[in-house]
């Protein structure tokens, strides 16, 4: 309804103009429930809203409220929160759980940085603020995941109508954070990998299983899912085809996540030799039963075989380690990027690589033999 004075539209029932103050004729007595309570609702935007008071000037000034805090919150749009929370929802479908436990420090930090702030009031300042306050110790790739998960949020703003511009485009990773690379194991380390071939808990070779992630440089996901059909003994190659990931403790399996992780690998012939047979559908590594490692089976196999070798040394890092034996044997790049899976080969070159002593003293020799 609108007020005969001032002519602009005020919330129906009102004994008041919310904007003049001039008093509004023609107004019937508000419902009077059994509580005492005066009560008026109101169709707002398809749902039906009560206002309850003890007086019914009451009543019509919380509608007042209402209306304005509703004009308010119009005009400002949504919560950064309430986009994230919608975005969270929607991108956590389409990754991995693997992938989505990695990400979600990183979203919780940044949902708690920015909950209570309106996401048109975040400008490109505000986001390079949140960035330049990240702690020094955080690596720069810890850094560049937080500047991505922002980035994300902004586009899905933008398509989905919340906000009309991405304040990360022009922002990127302070100065000062250094990159942490995975240390390859060194020579010496290779010879403790070695000595721990004989490692077991409860039935698993859980020494043959970082011997072979070290000599085949496969995932730790991608050893797990092998069975003893994935062997092929004619040709010592392995036929990469699936991966195990944990959802809460127990093993699931998955394509690998690129098309270029789906591969055969060389097994050289000192692995070949010590390799056991076992039944097509068997897995080679597993529990006693013959089922695939729950994730808390693998941890505990894994510590107990980095305790009896003294190695401090991850499944991850045995597979850089293969990068640097490629690299030591003269592996050509491109055939070095299809041996480890790798979708782009900068990614082979530049992370998983790693020039060692055994490498420099035949740089040296080759340098020295030139020279003379």
């Not at 560049?144 to 998960?149: M, V």
């Not at 190659?237 to 060389?266: F, M």
């Not at 890092?317 to 990068?323: A, F």
């Amino acid at each position: 309804m609108k007020c005969k004075k001032c002519r602009k539209t005020i919330p129906d029932g009102s004994k008041f103009c919310n904007y003049c103050g001039a008093p509004v004729t023609a107004n019937k007595k508000l419902y009077r429930r059994k509580d005492g309570l005066y009560e008026k609702i109101l169709t707002i935007d398809g749902k039906r809203v009560a206002f309850r008071a003890r007086k019914e000037s009451d009543v019509y000034k919380k509608i007042g409220e209402y209306e304005i805090n509703r004009a308010r919150e119009e005009q400002q749009g949504e919560l950064f929160s309430e986009i994230a929370e919608k975005w969270d929802r929607e991108h956590s479908e389409t990754i991995s759980p693997t992938t989505n436990r990695g990400y979600r420090s990183a979203y919780n930090e940044i949902f708690e940085y920015f909950k209570g702030v309106y996401i048109k009031d975040i400008t490109a300042k505000e986001i390079n603020d949140y960035m330049k306050q990240l702690p020094k110790t955080y690596a720069r790739k810890t850094c560049s995941t937080r500047l991505s998960i922002l980035n994300m949020i902004f586009c899905y703003a933008i398509i989905e109508g919340y906000s009309e511009y991405n304040p990360c485009e022009n922002v990127s990773v302070p100065k000062g954070h250094t990159t942490k690379k995975r240390r390859a194991p060194t020579n010496d380390e290779e010879k403790m990998i070695l000595s721990g071939l004989g490692v077991e808990y409860r039935g698993l070779s859980v020494g043959l299983l970082a011997l072979f992630l070290y000599y085949t440089g496969c995932r730790k996901g991608e050893a797990l899912a092998l069975q003893f059909n994935d062997i092929n003994r004619e040709s010592e190659r392995a036929s990469i085809t699936k991966a195990v990931y944990y959802v809460s403790n127990q093993p699931k399996l998955k394509s690998p996540k690129t098309e270029a992780g789906i591969r055969e690998v060389v097994i050289p012939d000192r692995l070949m030799k010590i390799l056991p047979d076992g039944k097509p559908d068997d897995y080679i590594f597993c529990e006693p039963s013959g089922d695939l490692l729950r994730q808390h089976y693998y941890e505990k196999a894994w510590a107990k075989w980095q305790k009896e070798t003294g190695l401090k040394l991850t499944a991850h890092q045995l597979r850089h380690g293969y990068g640097s034996i490629l690299l030591e044997a003269d592996v050509g790049a491109k055939d070095m990027q299809s041996l480890l899976g790798h979708a782009d080969i900068s990614t082979t070159m530049n992370r998983y690589v790693e020039v060692r002593e055994k490498r420099k003293e035949k740089t040296q020799k080759q340098i020295n033999e030139y020279i003379q």
